[in-house]
């Protein structure tokens, strides 16, 4: 007999510590083969959206969303979600469960998967509100990133409004900042863009124009697949790429002598061309690359 709120208990758990180690993006493989506690292996995600691992009774662990593409924000600023039911049955096991779990008030946890076969999750997640007529439910974030706000930042904030949208708008740029990265690198096929390096751990999601600015958002045509060295040598102008995809080291550092750093791993890939993603849709867009090649003109 398993102790079912142990489990979610342990899971928030193993969740909270995974993310630290794997940035926040699990594969879909590691939530098929689960977590293990007392010996038992829970599985996080099954073939359906909502998912009842079989030691558990009813009550599903997990709903999962897709939500492929840049922007597609399936939360509310109250972090509420609106959650289809599988099928259109409201008595279905999984749409049942959902409805126990609002009865209970069992935590869930919530994965959404921003490029095929990677998830990000959320968690605890409660069902407020059950809608057979819409056949959907009303699932609620209860991040525990709140815990998060240093003193300082949470002095500023007045009310319990104030606090709310501070914390969504924390929440999303997360979101967003690791969909960005999961998405681009997965775009250029885990390769730095400009010296081919193929360590998902070493390599970054540049943005081609900062974030904040104009035309800066986080979706893949605005995006660089980058090692770190690359990354910071594009950030500070050392390294240009121009709007025909050609890496350009700036006159000074071409000049340099020192080690072999310098020389292949800067001076070297002058006049090369940059990888390009195997989809024309995720090119770097030529207008961003523009205005950024102008900023790295006027460095020089
Ligand atoms: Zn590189």
């Known amino acids: 007999m398993v102790d079912e709120s142990q489990i979610r208990a342990s899971l928030f758990v193993w969740l909270e510590k995974e993310s630290g180690r794997n940035g926040g993006i699990f594969t879909r493989d590691q939530l098929l083969n689960g977590f293990v506690v007392d010996g038992e292996t829970i599985s996080l995600l099954g073939a359906k959206g909502i998912w009842i691992p079989r030691q558990f009774d009813d009550i599903p662990i997990s709903i999962a969303t897709y939500s492929h593409g840049p922007y597609k924000d399936s939360m509310d600023e109250n972090f509420r979600v609106n959650y289809k039911y599988l099928g259109r049955n409201p008595d279905e096991r999984e749409n049942a469960g959902l409805r126990k ?17 990677k998830y990000q999750a959320l968690w605890p997640v409660f069902i407020i509100e059950d809608h057979p007529e819409t056949l959907s439910v009303i699932a609620e ?5 709140i815990s ?5 930042e949470r002095a500023g904030l007045v009310g319990e409004q104030d606090m709310r949208k501070y914390q969504y708008a924390l929440v999303r740029q997360r979101l967003h900042q690791q969909a960005f990265r999961v998405q681009v690198l997965d ?16 390599l970054d999601a540049a943005h081609i124009i900062p974030d904040g600015k104009p035309r800066g958002e986080p979706v893949v045509p605005n995006g660089l ?13 050392i390294i240009g790429i121009t709007p025909d995809y050609i890496i350009r080291v ?7 002598h020192d080690g072999p750093m310098l020389r292949h791993g800067l001076q070297e890939l002058h006049d090369h061309k940059i990888i390009l993603p195997h989809h024309k849709s995720d090119w770097p867009d030529r207008e961003r690359l523009e205005v950024r090649w102008g900023e790295f003109g006027r460095a020089g």
Do not use: M, W
């Open 141 to 145: 974030v209860k991040s525990a990133y």
């Open 250 to 256: 700036r006159d000074d550092v071409l000049e340099e």
């Open 101 to 117: 779990a609002a009865i209970s008030k069992t935590p869930l946890v919530y994965f959404i998967s921003p490029i095929p076969g």
């Open 225 to 237: 697949s980058l090692c770190k060295i690359h990354h910071a040598a594009f950030d500070n102008n």
């Open 187 to 202: 775009a250029y096929g885990d390769n730095c863009t400009v010296c081919h390096l193929k360590h998902a751990e070493l």
């Open 148 to 152: 998060e706000l240093q003193g300082s």
